[in-house]
C-alpha cells in the first residue's frame, strides 16, 4: 500500500509539471491558430504520462527494461496523438475559415449561407445563430428601404400639397392687392379654407414628428367609450351630410378604458373623416364598438369598394394615399399613420380588412381594469 501511494505521489509529481509547463505555453500561444493549441493538449497529455513515467523510475521503482518498454510505448502514443491532433485542428481550422468567408459576405449586405459539410456542434450553433440574424438583418433592411421610399413619397407629396393652396393664396393676394377681384369677399372666404387646410397640414406634420421621436405624452383618464365615439361621430356629421353619406353607430357597448381623451378623439376623427371621403354617396359608414378577447374593439367600416391585397400591408405607412390623386381631399398620406402611432402609444394596434363592398378599420385597445 505504501509502495503504491508513493508511485502515485510519484506520478502526480511530475505529471503536475508537464502540466504546468502546457498551461504556460497554452498561455504565450494563446492568439494563434486552433491547430497550436490542439496540437499543445495532445503534446501535454503524452508528456505528463512520460514525466510521471521518469519520475517513478528515478525513485527506482521501475527496472532498466520497464522504463525502455514504456518510453517505447509512450512514444508511439505521442506520434499517433499529435497527428490526430494536427488533423482535428486542420479541419476545425478548415471549416472556421469557411465560416468566416461567410459571415464577410453577410457583413457586406448579403445573406448568410451557412458553408457546407459537417461542422462541429459549436460551429453548427453558431452558423444557426448566424442565419437567424441574416433573416432579421433582411427584415430590418426592408422594412428600411419601406420606410425610406415612404419618406420620399411624403416629401414629394407634401411639397406638392403645400405649393397648391400657396399658389392660389398668391393669386388672390395679387388680385385683392391690384383691386381686380370680382367678390372680394369671397376671396377673402377661399383664402381662410386654404388657410385653414394649411394649418390642418402642418398640424398633421407636427404630431406624426412627435408620435416619431417618442415625445407624445399622454393624459390618461377612464372614460367610456360610449361618449368617445359620439363625441367623434356628432364631430363628423357636417361632413357627412356634406358628403352624402349615412353615419350608423348603433352597435357601441358603453365599455370603460383608459386613454388620452384628446388622442383617441383624434383617432376616430381620422377614421371617419378618411371613410366618408372614400365612401360614394348614399353610402354607410358604421362604427362600432365591443369588448374582444383582446381587448376593446373600435371598428369603423366604410363602402369605399376595398383595398387591393398588395396594399392592405402599406395602408398605416407615412405619406401612403393608394390610387387617388395628390389633390385635396386626399390629404398628405398622414391620417392613418397618426392613428397609428397614438393607437400603438396606448399599447393597443390598429389593423384594416376588406370586406363586401368595402373595408373596415379596427382599433384594439386593452380593457380597463375593473
Known sequence: MRDTLLIALFAFLGAGAAGLLGAWVLLMIRRRSLVAHLAVVAGVAVTAMLAGTLAVAQAMFLSGHDLRVVTTVVAMAAVV?????????????????????????????????????????????????????????????????????????????????????????????????????????????????????????VGDLFELSRIHAGALTLSV???????????????????????????VGDRIEPVPVEVDG?????????????????????????????????????????????????DLPRVFDTGWRGT?????????GLGLAIVRGIVEAHQGRAGVRNIPGGCRFEVTLPAAPT
Open 324 to 332: 387617388h390623386a395628390r389633390t385635396p381631399p386626399a390629404g398628405a
Open 81 to 201: 496523438s499529435l497527428a490526430t491532433a494536427l488533423l482535428l485542428g486542420r479541419w476545425v481550422a478548415a471549416r472556421s475559415r469557411a465560416l468566416a468567408l461567410a459571415a464577410r459576405s453577410f457583413g457586406d449586405g448579403g445573406d448568410f449561407t451557412s458553408p457546407d459539410g459537417p461542422a462541429a456542434a459549436e460551429l453548427a450553433a453558431l452558423s444557426r445563430e448566424l442565419e437567424a440574424t441574416s433573416a432579421r438583418l433582411a427584415e430590418s433592411r426592408e422594412r428600411e428601404r419601406a420606410l425610406e421610399s415612404s419618406r420620399r413619397e411624403l416629401v414629394a407629396w407634401i411639397s406638392h400639397d403645400l405649393r397648391t393652396p400657396l399658389a392660389g393664396l398668391r393669386a388672390m393676394s395679387e388680385a385683392l392687392e391690384d383691386g381686380v377681384a370680382a367678390d372680394p369677399a369671397r376671396y377673402l372666404r377661399q383664402m381662410r379654407t386654404e388657410v385653414e387646410r394649411l394649418n390642418d397640414m
Open 221 to 247: 383618464s377612464r372614460m367610456s367609450l360610449y361618449d368617445l365615439v359620439g363625441d367623434a361621430l356628432s364631430g363628423a356629421d357636417a361632413l357627412a351630410r356634406e358628403h352624402g353619406v349615412r353615419l
Open 262 to 310: 384628446k388622442e383617441m378623439s383624434r383617432v376616430l376623427g381620422n377614421l371617419l373623416v378618411n371613410a366618408i371621403r372614400r365612401t360614394p354617396a348614399d353610402g354607410t359608414v358604421a362604427v362600432a364598438a365591443q369588448r374582444s378577447a383582446d381587448g376593446v374593439v373600435v371598428s369603423v367600416t366604410d363602402g369605399c369598394g376595398g383595398i387591393p391585397e398588395e
